[in-house]
């Protein structure tokens, strides 16, 4: 087991500005193991005000591109179920011919980075279809390209339906415990055979 530990000190802005920060940040690398469950609270020195800058996550993101590891560590760490999101990934990522992506925003220009900072997209490669996951790291909510339907509700009781937005994906579940995990991957996986 190898351990790392760093004490850097300074205001919230200060370190997000800091290139230090980010060339330290971006030398740990490899997959993650578990979320850190030590809350990284920063203390101002100049009022004593603390800001609570949510869970460590470290190593990489299953299936996600180096280029959006970081925001979707930042988005994780305030999920208190990012174990569990970690574990939906690891999972689903692995599946055949399945890529995980950001988003082309309406001003993405060719050689732009794609956006990961709301969802990701988990595609069949080759498929004519879009995703058939999509998952937001910061609340552990999943939506999936099937209709609600009695058969999603048996399989899957804490799912929901939507009734607004693309009319293809319309069942959602939130992972909040080991159970919503189990329902979220029985999902993904009519989900992903359907694509």
């Known amino acids: 087991m190898k351990l790392t530990?760093?004490?850097?000190?300074?205001?919230?802005q200060e370190l997000?500005?800091?290139e230090v920060i980010r060339q330290l940040v971006q030398q740990q690398s490899g997959t993650v193991d578990a979320v850190r469950r030590a809350p990284r609270v920063v203390v101002d020195p100049?009022?004593?005000?603390?800001?609570?800058?949510?869970?460590?996550?470290?190593?990489?993101?299953?299936?996600v591109a180096e280029e959006g590891q970081s925001t979707v560590k930042a988005q994780l760490a305030f999920n208190p179920a990012a174990q569990q999101f970690l574990d939906f990934m690891t999972e689903s990522a692995s599946?055949?011919?399945v890529g995980v992506h950001g988003i082309k925003r309406k001003t993405w220009q060719e050689g732009d980075p794609l956006d990961y900072t709301g969802y990701l997209r988990l595609r069949r490669k080759?498929?004519?279809?879009?995703?058939?996951?999509?998952?937001?790291?910061?609340t552990g909510v999943i939506n999936f390209r099937l209709q609600y339907s009695d058969e999603i509700a048996e399989l899957a009781p804490n799912a929901y339906p939507l009734t607004k937005g693309n009319?293809?994906?319309?069942?959602?579940?939130?992972?909040?415990?080991?159970?919503?995990?189990?329902?979220?991957?029985a999902l993904a996986e009519l989900a992903y055979d359907a694509t």
């Open 95 to 97: 599946w055949e011919s």
């Open 46 to 63: 100049a009022s004593d005000d603390e800001f609570d800058c949510g869970w460590l996550v470290e190593g990489d993101v299953p299936g």
């Open 5 to 12: 530990y760093v004490c850097v000190e300074g205001t919230p």
């Open 16 to 18: 997000d500005a800091s």
């Open 167 to 185: 009319h293809q994906y319309r069942a959602n579940i939130q992972i909040h415990d080991e159970s919503t995990l189990k329902q979220a991957l």
């Open 126 to 138: 080759g498929s004519q279809y879009g995703g058939f996951v999509y998952a937001i790291p910061s």
